[in-house]
């Protein structure tokens, strides 16, 4: 693949599954550049169509039935140009009511893009990092799997995370385990729910540290009750932490009013708040 992919950000998405469409042919990459008012999908939306399987979506309706026929054309023979742009006015043209305009790019991809692909697609995934290979920690690695997050996964013990993690999750192990705090993307959304109250609050510490003088942690939440909380705020001002930083931390985790602590729940209730934070 040559320049022509270069700033490319693909939103989401089945990317695995469109790898492995691609390794029985060809295919026609479709993403949407840009909408002008009321449109279906957003910027970075994509969809891959070969010869036989559509994988993904740029929104359905005529819109996505007409870039499918224009994409398996191109396969055909009919144009190879890169980075070719279309325009589908949804009103007049496709008599979608959205009403709006969607510009879309294509191009044509194989299996040998396949690092590009997928380097296209983590650079628009936001960054989070999650403290914890329990019961909760596992939910919320599998409700992330399909959101736009690039997840980073931490424990402090050993032979605590599953085998077969999808290519978007690092499994990292740290000992001690706040020590991973420094080395986070910047802007990442941190989640602490480790196995012990004195990990939790290490690793608060920690963030409250890199809050004090970096400032770029987008969110920090601590799984817990109000009561947890009230306690570590306790030993977190004896070491030096003021209530403007401490403010930054939000305890209990998850979307208030959602009942349930099911870790299926919690992770659902995480996943929402963290698309909050986009």
Same mark, same amino acid.
């Given at each position: 693949?040559?320049?022509?992919?270069?700033? @490319?950000? &693909?939103?989401?998405?089945?990317?695995?599954?469109?790898?492995?469409?691609? !390794?029985?042919?060809p295919?026609?990459?479709? =993403?949407?550049?840009?909408?002008e008012g009321?449109?279906?999908?957003? /910027?970075?939306a994509w969809?891959?169509?070969?010869?036989?399987d559509?994988?993904?979506t740029?929104?359905?309706g005529?819109?996505? @039935?007409?870039?499918?026929?224009h994409?398996?054309?191109?396969?055909?023979?009919?144009?190879?140009a890169?980075?070719?742009r279309?325009?589908?006015p &949804?009103g007049?043209?496709?008599?979608?009511?959205?009403?709006?305009?969607?510009h879309?790019?294509?191009r044509r991809?194989? !299996?040998a893009?396949?690092?590009?692909?997928r380097?296209?697609?983590t650079?628009?995934?936001?960054?989070? /990092?999650?403290?914890?290979?329990? *019961?909760?920690?596992?939910?919320i690695?599998?409700a992330?799997?399909?959101?736009?997050f690039? &997840?980073? @996964?931490?424990?402090?013990?050993d032979?605590?995370f599953?085998?077969?993690?999808?290519?978007a =999750?690092? !499994?990292?192990?740290?000992?001690? =385990?706040?020590?991973?705090? *420094?080395? &986070?993307?910047?802007h990442?959304?941190?989640?602490?729910?480790?196995f012990?109250?004195?990990?939790?609050?290490?690793i608060?510490?920690?963030c409250?540290?890199?809050?004090r003088t970096?400032?770029d942690?987008?969110?920090v939440?601590?799984?817990g009750?109000?009561?947890?909380?009230?306690a570590?705020?306790n030993?977190?001002?004896?070491?030096g *932490?003021?209530?403007?930083?401490?403010?930054r931390?939000?305890?209990?985790?998850?979307i208030?009013?959602l009942?349930g602590?099911?870790p299926?729940?919690?992770?659902?209730?995480?996943?929402?708040?963290l698309?909050m934070?986009?």
């Amino acid at each position: 693949m040559n320049d022509g992919m270069d700033g @490319w950000q &693909l939103r989401g998405g089945d990317l695995d599954g469109a790898l492995a469409a691609l !390794a029985d042919g060809p295919g026609t990459l479709v =993403v949407v550049e840009r909408g002008e008012g009321s449109v279906p999908r957003e /910027a970075g939306a994509w969809m891959l169509v070969t010869a036989g399987d559509v994988v993904g979506t740029i929104g359905g309706g005529q819109l996505e @039935w007409q870039a499918i026929q224009h994409a398996r054309a191109r396969l055909d023979g009919g144009g190879d140009a890169p980075g070719e742009r279309l325009r589908y006015p &949804l009103g007049p043209r496709l008599g979608q009511c959205c009403g709006g305009v969607v510009h879309v790019r294509l191009r044509r991809v194989t !299996a040998a893009d396949a690092a590009t692909l997928r380097q296209s697609w983590t650079a628009a995934r936001l960054p989070v /990092a999650l403290f914890g290979g329990g *019961h909760v920690g596992r939910a919320i690695e599998r409700a992330l799997r399909p959101l736009p997050f690039a &997840l980073t @996964w931490i424990d402090s013990r050993d032979g605590v995370f599953p085998q077969d993690l999808p290519p978007a =999750v690092v !499994a990292e192990h740290s000992d001690p =385990v706040e020590r991973a705090v *420094h080395g &986070l993307a910047p802007h990442s959304r941190v989640l602490i729910m480790s196995f012990s109250h004195a990990e939790d609050l290490a690793i608060v510490d920690a963030c409250l540290q890199r809050l004090r003088t970096r400032d770029d942690l987008a969110f920090v939440g601590l799984i817990g009750s109000r009561t947890k909380w009230a306690a570590f705020q306790n030993r977190l001002r004896a070491r030096g *932490h003021d209530d403007a930083v401490l403010s930054r931390i939000t305890c209990p985790i998850g979307i208030p009013g959602l009942m349930g602590k099911e870790p299926e729940v919690i992770a659902a209730s995480v996943a929402a708040q963290l698309l909050m934070t986009r």
